[in-house]
């Protein structure tokens, strides 16, 4: 006895319009994902990018490894990685270091 109720016409003809529409959106979404490429980042990185990075952390106020990383389309931790090889070679200075980053000056203004 008893039971869950059926739906009316009315209803079933909502239910119906919303999975269609649904549908719609699902199908805009996916051409716009295919129409932008993903932006590439580099993982391994070659002599004249860190030549260039070393070149321009001298005129840089402060150093972070974001900075870095959006300047130049390189992962984050390859850019710790750069400004930690930049600290070694004497050309940065390790002003703060916090859990996350670490913030660098150039050896010059130091």
Do not use: C, W
């Not at 490894?65 to 070679?89: D, T």
């Amino acid at each position: 006895m008893g039971g869950k109720k059926k739906p009316t016409l009315s209803q079933l003809a909502k239910k119906a319009e919303k999975e269609k529409a649904q549908q719609a959106q699902k199908a805009k979404k996916e051409v716009k994902k295919e129409e932008t490429p993903a932006k590439r980042t580099i993982q391994v990185l070659d002599e004249k990018v860190f030549q260039a990075i070393a070149k321009e952390v001298q005129n840089m106020r402060v150093i972070t490894p974001y900075e870095i990383a959006s300047k130049y389309g390189i992962k984050m931790s390859v850019a710790f990685k750069v400004l930690r090889n930049l600290k070694e070679r004497g050309d940065l200075v390790l002003v703060a270091k916090g859990h996350r980053t670490e913030i660098y000056v150039p050896a010059k203004r130091s």
